[in-house]
T-cell receptor
Framework: KAGVTQTPRYLIKTRGQQVTLSCSPI?????VSWYQQTPGQGLQFLFE???????NKGNFPGRFSGRQFSNSRSEMNVSTLELGDSALYLC????????????FGPGTRLTVL | GNSVTQMEGPVTLSEEAFLTINCTYT??????LFWYVQYPGEGLQLLLK?????DKGSNKGFEATYRKETTSFHLEKGSVQVSDSAVYFC?????????????FGTGTRLTIIP
């Protein structure tokens, strides 16, 4: 079974731009969660989607948004990029109900210049 | 709210040494507890888990016991190898349906020298 895939793996953007990251979960998984990993803040929960609905949201500004499609693939978008948005963005998928093990993708490394 | 406090790193050990990485947590109810490992350039891999008090999770020679009385889930390995060099994260999940959120500790970087 294929694992969680994230594209692109690396991105370089400049301040003020916007970016879209993609995550394809394991086949059959309906829950997709996003996390931001930085050296200073560690792993921080962004949001979780289940069956195309956002179920839970972390403490991030509205510039961070996401969505999930009917095939469970998910995208997250960051608008008006700031230098502090430079991070590794990790996606995790799980069956969703009841709680099951989360499987993580390799991440997208975003650098904002 | 939920929180995880993890042993500060980095930790450097010689091959075949005994490893302990401390993890304590604060949570309401009865959370599930996890250890994840992150190798350079990769995402997180689940190393082991425990879902109730006194459960022992184990995998690849690593062990951790869910201690409710001390709210701890310390990671141990009897004899580490160079290939164990990685960053280790302790995490918890609160048992609320409709919520997949994991709360992570800050991570402990482990380096094993031959």
């Amino acid at each position: 079974k294929a694992g969680v895939t994230q594209t692109p793996r690396y991105l370089i953007k400049t301040r003020g731009q916007q970016v879209t990251l993609s995550c394809s979960p394991i086949s059959g998984h309906r829950s997709v969660s996003w996390y931001q990993q930085t050296p200073g803040q560690g792993l921080q929960f962004l949001f979780e989607y289940f069956s195309e609905t956002q179920r839970n949201k972390g403490n991030f500004p509205g510039r961070f948004s996401g969505r999930q499609f009917s095939n469970s693939r998910s995208e997250m978008n960051v608008s008006t990029l700031e230098l502090g948005d430079s991070a590794l963005y990790l996606c995790a998928s799980s069956l969703g109900e009841p709680y099951n093990e989360q499987f993580f993708g390799p991440g997208t490394r975003l650098t904002v210049l | 709210g939920n929180s995880v406090t993890q042993m500060e790193g980095p930790v450097t050990l010689s091959e075949e040494a005994f490893l302990t990485i401390n993890c304590t947590y604060t949570a309401t109810g009865y959370p599930s507890l996890f250890w994840y490992v992150q190798y350079p350039g990769e995402g997180l891999q689940l190393l082991l888990k425990a879902t109730k008090a006194d459960d022992k999770g184990s995998n690849k020679g690593f062990e951790a016991t869910y201690r409710k009385e001390t709210t701890s889930f310390h990671l141990e390995k009897g004899s580490v190898q160079v290939s164990d060099s990685a960053v280790y994260f302790c995490a918890l999940h609160s048992p609320n349906f409709g919520n997949e959120k994991l709360t992570f500790g800050t991570g402990t970087r482990l380096t094993i020298i031959p």
